[in-house]
């Protein structure tokens, strides 16, 4: 994996790299880019949120993206041919039943994945089979139990805690992102490096507040009210009040931090 | 404030500075370097642990160092001494009773202060007035809330929670460094920037997980055991407990995580 991304460093061009990132996908996705000719296995692409970065920061790379859910795909491949990509090709295909093709992959790259998976060490070793030796792969979660803020408040805290909670129902881990580096290590990939991405985002970062706080990480907790409160973990209004509380740290006077974690390894 | 600290910058690069750092003095000071000839205050110098590296990442500048213990100023300059540096002076002075030389400093540097103040806002205040016009500060702190680890512990978080309780009844407060953008804010001073400071520790980075993990993160813990106890907010056992799971994290396999807050403004 090539990284092409290299700038003068300095408190002020980390704040500015900041405060450039239009939007979180670019604090995540800016130094992978895979050398043209690569051929990159991206699994669990989902709608393809992440899709269209990836084929763009590599476009010389032919990409193979796949999914368990038709729906999704459909999403995606509309997704990829509106932003006028054509290096990715998709496959409906569940991880766990990718048998064929072994050690055919140069690269492998996995983001926002294994936070839902009941298995997530088998996961990483059939990726590993998919690999070709000297191959990388690349992984990238969040951690929810990395979410504090300014004023803090415990029903915020609550709300949060609702969406860990149904997640692990589901079989899931939404506080994943720190276990990137023993899961990378544990799956048998070497020279395992992990890069922490903390998003802080106050009053003087205006574009995060308002992308992250409160467009990303509080609309995602909000989004899980109605399961919630079916699943009765929490009180309809305790929940608003947390929701509001999250809300709260975006104004002037509020903080707000979240870390994701990249970790790229080889086989 | 010149910032002398530029260098390439990649996620490799990102990854050594880190695994640089020979201690956590050098991650947090290193981009702080006044001009030679410029008058620095050091408020809360303490026993002087961070009086060495300023004093000597600013040869020219003249600091002033002031503390309210006569006992800890002692330690300061026999410290201060040993290290052959001579651009220090010391006074025995409390923050709140310096209203002579008002806006005499060309600069203020404040490290793990305010977090055990009752007053940080006034604190402050009281600092600005003896900055000059136009002159900075700088404002380190760390945040106890930032903790994370892997594997996860209740025990280990609540002996975390011991030494944040014992802080807020000493009329301090551990989880203080999220707020360091809105207490200067709230200051008024100007075009305030605060970074995170995110120490992350794996097994990737011995030294880290040596020298901050076990040797500070977790011995400071460690050390309010007979405090806590002694106050009633925990039985012995599970503090124990706590503390081995803390250790635990140190472990091949584990992950810790903490985070500092610098933050700079002008008057």
Do not use: W
């Not at 405060?19 to 709608?47: F, N």
């Not at 997704?79 to 496959?91: D, H, I, P, S, Y």
């Not at 992102?177 to 205006?206: I, N, Q, T």
Request: proline fraction near 3%; include cysteine; hydrophobic fraction near 40%.
């Amino acid at each position: 994996m090539a990284s092409s991304y290299v700038h003068g460093y300095d408190e002020n061009a980390r704040a500015r790299l900041q405060d450039q990132a239009r939007s979180l996908v670019d604090m995540l996705h800016s130094d992978t880019s895979y050398p043209a000719g690569s051929t990159v296995l991206e699994a669990g692409c989902g709608t393809g949120a992440q899709t269209v970065t990836l084929a763009r920061n590599s476009p010389g790379a032919r990409i193979t993206s796949i999914d368990v859910s038709a729906m999704h795909l459909e999403e995606a491949r509309a997704r990829v041919k509106t932003a006028g990509l054509t290096n990715v090709e998709f496959q409906e295909a569940d991880l766990f039943a990718l048998l064929a093709g072994e050690e055919s992959f140069d690269h492998v790259f996995v983001c926002f994945v294994l936070e839902h998976l009941s298995r997530p060490r088998e996961a990483l070793a059939v990726l590993k089979g998919l690999l070709r030796p000297g191959g990388s792969i690349t992984l990238i979660e969040g951690d929810h139990g990395s979410a504090y803020f300014h004023p803090d408040s415990e029903a915020a805290r609550e709300a949060i805690g609702c969406q860990v909670e149904l997640q692990r129902r589901a079989g899931g881990n939404a506080n994943i992102g720190r276990e990137v580096y023993p899961l990378l290590v544990g799956a048998g990939f070497k020279r395992v490096r992990v890069s922490p991405r903390m998003v802080y985002a106050d009053a003087s970062r205006p574009d995060l507040v308002d992308g992250f706080t409160r467009k990303t990480f509080t609309a995602m907790i909000e989004g899980v009210r109605e399961a919630a409160l079916a699943a009765g973990i929490v009180k309809s209004e305790r929940f608003d009040n947390g929701i509001k509380a999250l809300y709260r740290t975006a104004e002037a006077d509020g903080v707000f931090c979240y870390t994701f974690f990249k970790g790229v390894g080889e086989k």
